[in-house]
């Protein structure tokens, strides 16, 4: 999954601009988290259309095949237009979005749960 989802950062940068991406691993209440954020790039759905339609091929593929049954997955994003959400990609319930404050790029959030004793 991680390395589909740096392979759709690196797709959506066809021209000489590189991607700018941060990759953060944390934990915190009884969860374990990798996130990855591309600085610049942004969304190319709006929040409703990405709510309406969430999964398209890439996603269907990467959720059926490599995260379901794994970890959830988060999209925190800017959507252009003064639109910054978090969607809930895949966490068992239903897709609902988020509204943020200004968020810069687009980031795929993984969240695992800790096993206990490890």
């Not at 941060?22 to 409703?48: A, D, M, P, S």
């Not at 994003?77 to 609902?96: P, S």
């Amino acid at each position: 999954a991680y390395n589909r989802l740096l392979q759709l950062i690196i797709e959506q940068h066809q021209g000489d601009e590189k991607p700018k991406v941060k990759l953060r691993f944390y934990e915190e209440n009884q969860r374990v988290y990798l996130c990855i954020h591309h600085f610049n790039g942004q969304y190319n759905k709006t929040v409703q259309n990405c709510i309406e339609r969430p999964y398209g091929q890439t996603y269907t593929n990467l959720i059926n095949k490599q995260i379901n049954g794994l970890c959830n997955l988060y999209l925190k994003a800017d959507f252009g237009n003064d639109e910054f959400a978090l969607i809930n990609l895949w966490d068992g319930k239903k897709v609902k979005a988020h509204k943020r404050e200004r968020f810069t790029g687009v980031e795929h959030i993984l969240e695992f749960p800790k096993i206990k004793g490890s």
